[in-house]
């Protein structure tokens, strides 16, 4: 079985290794420390942005082994909608169900919350993600662009 749950104070070692691991996944440098700061105040406040974690109980000793973070933003065509930024399941964790327990989570979250979808990106590599994806949301076929500032 799986718990899902806000992060708590004594969650965040195990909340940045993990953070650190979903950056080195992607191949992308760890955030520095100043924006590991921010993000874990932010998502203690739990006002902007917010996180999950999931444990797999007993298993792995009750350590988390997924995080995810979302937020809410308004829409110019619908109610607000919420983001899910980031997800990532500790490797030791894979194939047991953590990312589709976490994805439920958020939209069970943003469905209290009247936001009227959920969404994410990843890259079109992630072969393993996708196929769950595919399984549990539409692709709509969008291709993201980024203007650096």
Request: hydrophobic share 40%; aromatic share 12%.
């Amino acid at each position: 079985m799986i718990s899902i749950g806000r992060l708590e104070p004594e969650d965040r070692a195990e909340w940045e290794a993990l953070f650190r691991g979903y950056n080195a996944f992607y191949g992308r440098p760890s955030p520095d420390q100043e924006m590991i700061d921010r993000a874990w105040r932010e998502f203690q406040a739990d006002d902007r942005m917010h996180a999950l974690g999931a444990r797999l109980d007993g298993q792995l000793d009750g350590q988390l082994v997924g995080i995810t973070h979302f937020f809410v933003h308004v829409s110019t065509t619908s109610p607000d909608v919420c983001y899910l930024q980031d997800l990532f399941t500790a490797p030791e964790a894979r194939g047991h169900g953590v990312g589709r327990a976490l994805i439920q989570a958020v939209a069970d979250w943003a469905r209290e919350r009247d936001c009227v979808r959920v969404y994410w990106h990843t890259h079109d590599s992630n072969e393993t993600a996708r196929r769950l994806y595919d399984k549990v949301a539409v692709n709509r076929g969008f291709i993201e662009y980024n203007l650096q500032l």
